[in-house]
């Protein structure tokens, strides 16, 4: 059995860019905002094991700090943010992230990018076991509205992972995807299909993958109508992930994975500065090769508070 590599960003996914990256809320020209979250992370199948004897439930607690400064409206807004994850697995070190990024929305055009950096990240690519990684990542999404009621969207990243110890499965990863997002019925409800492609690049030759998805998601956003109080998202994707190997011995020769995956959001406002963050994803994979269907799945409960 060969465990294949989660990316933790890829977690949040349901989120639109936007929401993902910065405090809640929208900042007026001149404005500063900050917020601090405390989440609960709860992993079931941690180690992606494809015996039911063998699956992990582990637990984490995350902290994190976010920040947003809007100078004016001839520029973005500048946000960050500083975050900490402690998994309550003996012998894994603490997760520390840093981020910052560029943030413009407006009537027809509107971006997001950033840059993104963790040390001791847990990735599943080494060997049979988990291990930590340093991981620097660079995204961004640029949607445009070309008519009233519709807006295109266009996304890339690129992630580079290093383990904290020798290993030929130090690996780079990129994804692009468009999206269609209709707008018709203002800010409250919003439906998205799209289409996303990325690539692993390791030198473990068998390791080397091409992932294809499809998906659609639906939202309902208060955010822009003040006296709603709830958020809830809901994504579901299907797609293959086809293992680029020509060696007839290696482990992943002919492999192809079919991975359905949904994914819920839930953002509820107690009180102007206050928010409760519910997340949860599933994935299913089907492998193409014998003893290697396995499922997981990660929740995540969060507090919010804004300043």
Partial sequence: ????????????????????????????PGSFRQ???????????????????????????????RVAWHPNNFVPEVYGHLGYLNYDQRGRKASVSERIGLFHEGEIHEY???ADHASNRASYNVGNTVGQASVTSFAGEYAYRFVPSWQVALAASTER???????????DYTLFSAGI??????????????YQKAHLTT??????????????????????????????????????????????????????DTR??????????????????????REDVTSSLPGRDFNYDVAIATVAYGF
């Fill in 1 to 28: 059995m060969r465990l294949k590599p989660i990316r933790l960003a890829l977690l949040l996914l349901a989120f639109a860019l936007p929401l993902a990256a910065q405090p809640f809320g929208k900042s007026d």
């Fill in 35 to 65: 917020e601090v979250r405390v989440s609960d992370w709860v992993f079931h199948n941690f180690n992606w094991a494809t015996i039911e004897s063998q699956r992990q439930n582990v637990n984490a607690i995350g902290a994190e700090y």
């Fill in 112 to 114: 997001n990018v950033y």
């Fill in 161 to 171: 992972q290093r383990f904290n110890f020798q290993t030929n499965l130090d690996n």
């Fill in 181 to 194: 997002r209709y707008r018709g019925w203002g800010w409250r409800i919003v439906p998205e299909v799209g």
């Fill in 203 to 256: 030198d473990a030759t068998d390791e080397r993958y091409d992932d294809d998805r499809w998906y659609a998601s639906i939202a309902w956003i208060p955010q822009y109508v003040p006296q709603n109080r709830l958020y809830v998202s809901a994504r579901y994707g299907h797609g293959t992930r086809d293992y680029q190997t020509d060696l007839p011995f290696d482990s992943n020769f002919g492999r192809s």
């Fill in 260 to 281: 359905p995956q949904w994914s819920a959001v839930a953002v509820y406002r107690f009180a102007d500065h206050l928010r409760g963050i519910l997340y949860y994803t």
